[in-house]
C-alpha cells in the first residue's frame, strides 16, 4: 500500500513538472516581447535625450539633473546584462533550431527554476520605463516652462 502511495505522490509531481515545462517557452517569449517594448522605450528615450540636449533653453534642467538621467542609464545597462545573462542561458529555447528533446527539457525545466528572477525582472523593467517616461514628461514642461517665461503665450500655458 505505501509503495502505491509513494508512485502517486510522484506521479503527482512529475505533472506538476510537465505542466512548468510546458509553461517555461510561453514565459520567455513574454520576457522577450517585453524586453523589445522596454528596449524600443529606452532607444526613443535616448533620441529624446540626444535632441533636447541640444536645446539651448533646456541646458540648465539638463545640468541640474544630469545624475538623475544617468542612473536611468546605468539602470537600462544593468537591466539589459541580465536580459542577455538569461536569454543566454535559455537560447535552446528562444532559437527554434532543432535540438534534441531532452536538452530541450532541461532548459524547459531550469526556466521554470527561474521563477523568481522573471518577477524581479519584469519589475526592474516596469522601474525603468517608469523612470524613462517620468523624464521625459518634466522635460516636456520643462521646455514649455521656458517657452512661455520667453513667449508669454496662450496656447503654449493651455499645454502646461
Request: hydrophobic content about 40%; aromatic content about 8%.
Amino acid at each position: 500500500m505505501a509503495c502505491f502511495i509513494d508512485k502517486r505522490g510522484y506521479a503527482r509531481k512529475l505533472k506538476r513538472l510537465l505542466q512548468q515545462i510546458r509553461n517555461a517557452k510561453n514565459d520567455l517569449y513574454n520576457v522577450i516581447k517585453r524586453t523589445r517594448s522596454v528596449a524600443q522605450t529606452y532607444d526613443f528615450f535616448k533620441d529624446t535625450i540626444k535632441v533636447a540636449g541640444r536645446i539651448q533653453e533646456l541646458a540648465p534642467m539638463f545640468n541640474r539633473h544630469k545624475q538623475l538621467i544617468e542612473s536611468v542609464d546605468e539602470e537600462s545597462n544593468r537591466t539589459i546584462e541580465r536580459l542577455k545573462d538569461l536569454t543566454g542561458r535559455f537560447r535552446s529555447l528562444i532559437d527554434g533550431k532543432p535540438v534534441n528533446t531532452i536538452q530541450r527539457w532541461i532548459a524547459q525545466f531550469e526556466w521554470s527554476r527561474e521563477s523568481k528572477t522573471v518577477p524581479s525582472l519584469f519589475q526592474d523593467m516596469e522601474v525603468l520605463e517608469r523612470s524613462m517616461r517620468t523624464i521625459g514628461t518634466l522635460m516636456h514642461i520643462q521646455f514649455l516652462s521656458q517657452i512661455y517665461r520667453r513667449d508669454g503665450s496662450d496656447a503654449v500655458l493651455a499645454q502646461l
